[in-house]
Each structure stands twice: as structure tokens, then as C-alpha cells.
């Protein structure tokens, strides 16, 4: 498709384009807009305005069809994939994700990809938690001999993880680890009677352990710009996955692309399903990017001085698979070969939980949408080194009561089951670790044109596994929990390994890796696309590796730092 007109071209054209709306995308808007940049957002979902398009988000359980579930001919048919995590496929928030059988992809082995296509992206749904990556985390592969090396330290990133903290609003305490840096926190959420004695006697015991609250993307002390956004404290209802309508947890709805709009210099436009990148050959830069409507089926092109791709890591790097050109025949950036390789996720569901009988006349209030956090204590210094696995994990989990919930399938009636259901039920307790997996060129993701999504479009054929020191660091993973939690007295501990495909997570990054070698990676160290200098790959895709921690933190502060650089670069005529 080629565009003449000039007076065409004119109209669609910007200083920015930024493609994604989510965590990375919001964050990019709001940069760029602030800048003075006229920005324009492509989302290729629907429109989802903040409030105003959150169905379900104060609905009560019986205002839910089914019970909140949703029929298992449903779930066939529509969310095979999207169910496999257990808890996405509900009533108060199915609507949020993708239905597999109109955005297939292929599997050479099981690959759990969740998704959701509107304005705002998996920032609506995702955990909030939020860590620092540490020194110990961007030397690893060097230190190691894996992957390539970081172009970038610590302290390259520091000051942009304290300026993301400040505007995201995360809560937490500082604990002085070195392998998980303190940030800017707001005040800390209450850690229950059974937590803060897993915490007393954990510590006792073992010197390298620390057991602290989650540091999550909850406001619990508004700042006056986050009240200038409309957002406030969390409410402890623990309904985030419905969208929040208090602003209370962190999304590009109520956050990025607020501030990007409050500048007048955003034009977000949703239904735009970027198909590539337009490559100038006598620039060697992009000049634009070519859409197809989701509405009207028609092609489009707008144009801009700079692109910022933050469609999600998959997605992002389909895009650049999609970017032919004489210049990049096998996809743009991909010189190195390494677009769509080193697939990495963090692996889960191992741990183990256990029951109390102490604490019988304490409860707690609210519902808080947080937990606990065991920072990693393994191959942390020479004292914590394995020899069996390289890299380490950290826990989340929790204490809680049971109540009136727990009588739902007994049988029973009358006064006795009220009186009954008026008394809280045992304390239990339980920690699932989440572990690093390291970066392999043979996991990858591939462009397949043989299959086609709803929109003729070619999909993404997965090929990733877990491999021996992901599987020997699971064991460790599972032992150490029992170890903690039999050592704080809790009983009827019980070991768990659920099974863990790759994708569910739903951490997946490093398609498109950052690099100090255009030979060995598609991103410098500004997150630049190596010969095409205006484009910006800021999401999950430009991972050199994983750390144990939750990534989206990451995401914000690496987008922020290259916007900040690609204003500058802009202004002196640089790219």
C-alpha cells in the first residue's frame, strides 16, 4: 500500500507513534506527551475508558451469573488457552481476555500466553507486585557466560525506577537487601498475626532469609499529582481484576494515559492492529507504520519522527518479524538472528502450605489485594551459592481464615449452620516461589503464516521449555518452603508442584533483547532497534535476562529513561 497524497500524509502525521496502550505504552504516552511531542497511540483492541468501562467492577457475587463462573461449553470453545491459568476465565473479568479461537496460536510444546486486546492491556489485570532489579541481576550473564551481557547497570536505571515508583504510587517497606533494592514506597500494608509470627521465627532461624509485605502498585498515601489524576487510596476490596474505579492499584487507564491526555497532545486510536513498521531505505530510519482497522478492515499508514513499540513482548516482536525490507529481509532489527529467541517467563507453582492453631481470637479487617514476599537468599553471595542451579527465586503467598465460604459444599441447615458460620475457621498459611529462567536461543517464538487469526493476519508458533536448571532449582524451590514454614510451628505442612508450562506467568520477555553487540542482540542499551535508530522497543521483548522478580517495574522505568533519551536525540537532529 503506498500513500501519495501529501495533504493525506499531512494529516496522519505525528512526532511519536506509540504502539500498546499497557503498562510499557501508557508509560511511553505519557513521556512523550509531557515532552511536547504530539503522540499518537495505537491500541488494536477496543476502547476501554477508565470507569466508565468497567462492567462488573462493583458487582456482588450474586449479581454474577452462574455462581461467577462460566459454563464449561463456554470455556471450550472460546478460552481453552486463556483458562489454563484457573483464575482468568470468570464472569468479573472474562471479558478482559482474548478468545483463543479468534487469536490462535500454534504450540511445539505447551505455551500458556494470556492476553488482553482494549485500551489499557493486561494493566488492568496484572499482579501490581513491583521489585527493583539489582546489580546482581544485570551482571549475572556476564558473570556467568549466558546470553550476552547488559549494556546497561543499576545505576543506569536507578533514578528512572525512583521517578516510576513516585508516579505509579508502590507501597512497601525497606528492607536493605542488596539483591532487592529499596525504592520510593509509599506506607506499607499490615501484615496479618500469622504472617508477622512466620516473619518472627523464619528470621530467627535462618540469617539469610527476610520475609517483608509485598511491594505492590497500591496507593495507600495519594500524592497530590495522583489525586490530580482522579486516583486514590486502595480500598482493601481486592476486585482489581475488574478494573479498579477508585484508581487505587496502578493502570495505563487511570495513570499513563491520563497524564498523556490531561497534556492535549495525545490522539489515542483504538481498533489499530499495527501490521508493521514502514522502513525508509534512504534514511535508514522508519518513517511510519501501516495499520489495519479492526472496524472497517481498511489499510492505513500514519507517520512520525519517532516509534515507540510497547505491544507486549509476543507482540512487539511480531511486529518486527512482519517489518520486511530489503534492508531487513528476516525482520526488522533482526541482524543478529536473535528476534524472537531467548524466550524467558518465570517459573511457578511450587511451594508448600501449612495450618495453625494458634491465633484462634484474632482476625483482620478488609480484604487486602496483597501478600507477603521471601526475597531470593539463594546464589546471592558466596555463602548462598548452589552448586546444583545457577540463579535463585523469592516467594509470595500468605495467612488467612477461613470463613462462611468454607461451608458452601457441607451439608447443612438451620441454626446450627449459622451459628456455625458466624466463627471464622482455622488459620493457614502458604508461599509460592517464583523462580529465574534463563534466556536460550532454542526458545523462541516464530511467524506463522500458514495459521491466521480472525483478521487474515499470519499468528506466532511457540517452541520454549523449562530446561535442567529450572528443574533442578524447582526442587530447592519446594524444599526450602517446607523447611520455613515447618520451622515457624505451623502444622499439616504440606510440599506442592502443580505443574508449569512457560507463559503462565504471563511474564513472558526477551524476543527482542538489548545488547552491547548489533551481532548478538536487536536493542542497544537505549532500547534503539540497531539500524533503525528512531524506533524504540520498550515492553517485555527487550529483556536480556529475568531475574526472580516481577518485571512490569522494569518495563516503566526502561520506557521512561528511553523517552527521555529519544526527546534529546530528536531535538538535536540525531534521529
Known amino acids: 500500500m503506498s500513500n501519495i497524497n501529501g495533504k493525506w500524509q499531512q494529516e496522519n502525521s505525528y512526532d511519536a507513534i506509540v504502539i500498546g496502550s499497557g503498562i510499557s505504552g501508557g508509560i511511553a504516552a505519557k513521556e512523550l506527551t509531557e515532552k511536547g511531542l504530539k503522540t499518537l497511540v495505537l491500541e488494536r483492541g477496543r476502547m476501554v475508558k477508565h470507569i466508565e468501562d468497567y462492567p462488573t467492577m462493583n458487582a456482588a457475587p450474586w449479581d454474577l451469573p452462574y455462581g461467577g463462573r462460566v459454563p464449561k461449553d463456554e470455556i471450550e470453545k472460546h478460552y481453552q488457552k486463556q483458562s489454563r491459568t484457573g483464575y482468568t476465565i470468570q464472569q468479573g473479568h472474562k471479558h478482559w481476555f482474548v478468545k483463543d479461537d479468534e487469536h490462535p496460536y500454534t504450540e511445539v510444546k505447551r505455551f500458556d500466553w494470556m492476553r488482553g486486546y482494549h485500551v489499557g492491556g493486561r494493566s488492568i489485570m496484572w499482579g501490581r507486585q513491583s521489585y527493583r532489579h539489582s546489580d546482581l541481576d544485570f551482571e549475572a550473564n556476564a558473570k556467568e557466560g549466558i546470553g550476552v551481557d547488559w549494556p546497561i547497570r543499576y545505576a543506569d536505571i536507578a533514578p528512572w525506577y525512583d521517578y516510576i515508583e513516585e508516579f505509579i504510587g508502590v507501597s512497601g517497606a525497606k528492607e536493605g537487601l542488596p539483591q532487592l533494592p529499596d525504592g520510593k514506597f509509599q506506607p506499607v500494608m499490615e501484615m496479618n498475626c500469622l504472617e508477622t509470627d512466620l516473619k518472627a521465627k523464619v528470621e530467627a532461624k535462618f540469617g539469610d532469609r527476610k520475609i517483608t509485605m509485598g511491594r505492590t502498585a497500591h496507593i495507600t498515601q495519594a500524592t497530590e499529582l495522583q489525586k490530580k489524576l482522579g486516583r486514590g487510596a486502595c480500598q482493601f476490596r481486592n476486585l482489581c481484576m475488574r478494573g479498579c474505579p477508585f484508581g487505587g492499584y496502578y493502570s495505563s487507564n487511570a495513570g499513563g494515559l491520563k497524564a498523556a491526555e490531561l497534556t492535549g497532545n495525545m490522539t489515542l486510536r483504538p481498533n489499530s492492529i499495527v501490521h508493521s513498521i514502514i522502513y525508509d531505505e534512504k534514511t535508514g530510519k522508519a518513517k511510519g507504520v501501516k495499520i489495519l482497522d479492526a472496524e472497517t478492515k481498511k489499510e492505513m499508514e500514519f507517520y512520525s519522527k519517532i516509534v ?175 523447611e520455613m514454614l515447618e520451622a515457624a510451628g505451623l502444622k499439616d505442612v504440606k510440599p506442592y508442584d502443580r505443574g508449569y508450562a512457560p507463559g503462565l506467568g504471563i511474564h513472558e520477555m526477551g524476543t527482542a533483547r538489548m545488547g552491547k553487540d548489533p551481532k548478538t542482540s536487536v536493542l542497544n542499551k537505549w532500547n534503539q532497534v540497531h539500524g533503525a535508530a528512531n524506533v524504540f522497543v520498550t515492553d517485555g521483548a527487550c529483556m536480556t535476562s529475568a531475574a526472580c522478580v516481577n518485571p512490569s517495574l522494569t518495563y516503566m522505568a526502561l520506557t521512561a529513561r528511553a523517552a527521555d533519551f529519544a526527546v534529546k536525540e530528536l531535538n538535536k537532529g540525531n534521529i
Open 308 to 482: 515507540f513499540v510497547c505491544a507486549s513482548a509476543f507482540n512487539s516482536t511480531w511486529i518486527l518479524m512482519n517489518s520486511v525490507s530489503s534492508r531487513f529481509p528476516n525482520g526488522m532489527g533482526n541482524d543478529s538472528d536473535q528476534l524472537g529467541r531467548n524466550v524467558m517467563d518465570h517459573h511457578f507453582q511450587t511451594g508448600a502450605s501449612g495450618k495453625s492453631d494458634d491465633f484462634g481470637d484474632k482476625y483482620y479487617a478488609g480484604r487486602r489485594a496483597n501478600g507477603i514476599y521471601i526475597p531470593r537468599f539463594r546464589n546471592v553471595d558466596a555463602k548462598t551459592k548452589r552448586n546444583d542451579f545457577l540463579r535463585g527465586y523469592g516467594y509470595q503467598g500468605g495467612g488467612s481464615r477461613t470463613g462462611w465460604q468454607s461451608l458452601i459444599a457441607e451439608m447443612g441447615f438451620g441454626k446450627g449452620m449459622k451459628e456455625q458460620m458466624q466463627e471464622p475457621g482455622q488459620w493457614s498459611l502458604g508461599i509460592n516461589a517464583f523462580g529465574e529462567m534463563l534466556p536460550h536461543p532454542d526458545n523462541r517464538i516464530m511467524l506463522n503464516k500458514e495459521v491466521l487469526d480472525m483478521y487474515g493476519m499470519p499468528t506466532l508458533t511457540m517452541d520454549v521449555e523449562i530446561r535442567e536448571n529450572e528443574i533442578a532449582m524447582r526442587k530447592d524451590m519446594q524444599a526450602s518452603a517446607v
